[in-house]
């Protein structure tokens, strides 16, 4: 079974009276399930870094321990982590056709129409076991590109980074966020 969480273009196109208001429905993380900024992510033998103090690590209520975002307490702005499972092992067709069916499903339930789709492999976090996917969403006047990185972690497991961006380039805060991702256990092999 897979578990997605999409909720960037939820931030990216909601109301926030305050740039320092903590999204509803999320709470912080337990800190047994952090090292420091570090976010544990046992279930997937992987962990993150939160790029610097300002950010903290929330949970949605009722997230089962699959579903995480780093947030900033500073300027609003929200980096969400899921971990799901791939069943076949690997990045194949079924998988992909997936993913990207459920990314586009997420912005329609969310008023956004999709363009300039781009599903390609990527050199990080890991070579040959990273995916990076990208599209424009438009909802009325606002224009955002939703950016989604899939890493195969440990066994059949794999970790979903996303993040918003006004061009489709990586920011630095993005970038250095995902290329944080560290493997706590062996990581399934590269095929």
Same mark, same amino acid.
């Given at each position: 079974?897979?578990?997605?969480?999409?909720?960037?273009?939820?931030?990216?196109?909601? @109301? *926030?009276?305050?740039?320092?208001?903590?999204?509803?429905?999320?709470?912080?993380?337990?800190?047994?399930?952090?090292?420091?900024?570090?976010?544990?992510?046992?279930?997937?033998?992987? @962990?993150?870094?939160?790029?610097?103090?300002?950010?903290?690590?929330?949970?949605?209520?009722?997230?089962?321990?699959?579903?995480?975002?780093?947030?900033?307490?500073?300027?609003?702005?929200?980096?969400?982590?899921?971990?799901?499972?791939?069943?076949?092992?690997?990045?194949?067709?079924?998988?992909?056709?997936?993913?990207?069916?459920?990314?586009?499903?997420?912005?329609?339930?969310?008023?956004?129409?999709?363009?300039?789709?781009?599903?390609?492999?990527?050199?990080?976090?890991?070579?040959?076991? @990273?995916?990076?996917?990208?599209?424009?969403?438009?909802?009325?006047?606002?224009?955002?590109?939703?950016?989604?990185?899939?890493?195969?972690?440990?066994?059949?497991?794999?970790?979903?980074?996303?993040?918003?961006? *006004?061009?489709? *380039?990586?920011?630095?805060?993005?970038?250095?966020?995902?290329? @944080?991702?560290?493997?706590?256990?062996?990581?399934?092999?590269?095929?």
């Amino acid at each position: 079974m897979r578990h997605f969480l999409y909720i960037p273009l939820l931030l990216a196109f909601a @109301s *926030v009276a305050s740039a320092v208001e903590q999204p509803k429905g999320f709470g912080l993380v337990p800190k047994e399930k952090l090292d420091g900024a570090r976010l544990l992510m046992k279930e997937a033998g992987a @962990s993150l870094t939160a790029p610097n103090a300002d950010w903290v690590w929330l949970t949605p209520f009722n997230s089962a321990d699959k579903s995480f975002m780093c947030f900033s307490n500073k300027t609003g702005a929200g980096i969400t982590v899921s971990i799901g499972d791939m069943v076949n092992g690997d990045m194949d067709e079924h998988t992909k056709t997936e993913l990207i069916t459920g990314c586009k499903q997420s912005a329609a339930k969310q008023g956004a129409t999709v363009s300039n789709e781009k599903f390609e492999p990527s050199e990080i976090p890991f070579p040959k076991k @990273s995916w990076r996917y990208s599209y424009t969403a438009t909802a009325g006047p606002r224009k955002v590109v939703a950016i989604f990185y899939y890493i195969r972690t440990a066994g059949r497991s794999f970790v979903t980074i996303q993040g918003v961006s *006004v061009d489709g *380039v990586d920011t630095p805060t993005f970038h250095a966020f995902v290329s @944080s991702l560290k493997m706590t256990e062996p990581a399934a092999p590269a095929k």
